[in-house]
């Protein structure tokens, strides 16, 4: 299996400007999770879907974030308009509910705003 | 809300010793997890703790659960250098239509030789 995949890797982007942040989570997974990770905050969730429906989306910092996840293979987060308090490493970790719970980590999105 | 504490958050030691990371947490959960983070790594999978008493080790390192107590301990033998990463605890906070983890904010741990 090839891991749960993010894209981009890296991104730098200017105050302002729109973010799109991309996931595919492990095949036949049925739960995706999007956190932010930065020194000041540590590991924080955003919000999480289960079978595509966004469950909590408590952690969302702000109406300039939002996530969507139109299949079970494909998730978003976009940050419209970006801020320079925004940088961060954001990572996306999928899980099979009702079973051990485990979740399994992307290899993160690190961006960062000017 | 839940709340999960590691102490200590930054531990240096020396090869060869041994230390205990520990874990507590403030609500009633029987799930605990433990994860590994590289610098400029992503999060990977150390340990999962599904029952009061529940023990697992892998190589140098065990991790216990006390539901009871709410604590985790993480116990590092004979430390090498290759163990230097942030650990992390996570507890499944388990919801109605799905399950979440609260992270702890992670223990430091550098290795010297």
């Known amino acids: 299996d090839a891991g749960v995949i993010q894209s981009p890797r890296h991104e730098v982007t200017e105050m302002g400007q729109e973010v799109t942040l991309r996931c595919k989570p492990i095949?036949?997974?049925?739960?995706l999770f999007w956190y932010r990770q930065t020194m000041m905050r540590g590991l924080e969730l955003l919000i999480y879907f289960n079978n595509n429906v966004p469950i909590d989306d408590s952690g969302m910092p702000e109406d300039r974030f939002s996530a969507k996840m139109p299949n079970a293979s494909f998730s978003t987060l976009k940050i419209q308009p970006s801020e320079p308090r925004d940088s961060a490493v954001y990572f996306c970790a999928s899980s099979l509910n009702r079973a051990l719970l485990e979740q399994y980590f992307g290899p993160g999105t690190r961006l960062t705003v000017t | 809300e839940l709340k999960v504490e590691q102490n200590p958050l930054f531990l240096s030691m020396q090869e060869g010793k041994n230390y205990t990371i520990y874990c507590n947490y403030s609500t009633t959960s029987d799930r605990l997890y433990w994860y590994r983070q590289d610098p400029g790594k992503s999060l990977e999978s150390l340990f999962v703790?599904?029952?009061?008493?529940a023990v697992k080790q892998e190589g140098r390192l065990m991790a216990s659960l006390d539901t009871k107590a709410r604590l985790s301990t993480l116990h590092i033998t004979a430390a090498v250098h290759d163990l230097s990463a942030t650990y992390f605890c996570?507890?499944?906070?388990?919801?109605?239509?799905?399950?979440?983890?609260?992270f702890g904010e992670g223990t430091q741990l550098t290795v010297n030789p």
């Open positions: 703790l599904l029952s009061n008493g």
């Open positions: 996570a507890v499944d906070m388990k919801e109605t239509s799905g399950s979440r983890l609260t």
């Open positions: 095949s036949g997974h049925n739960s």
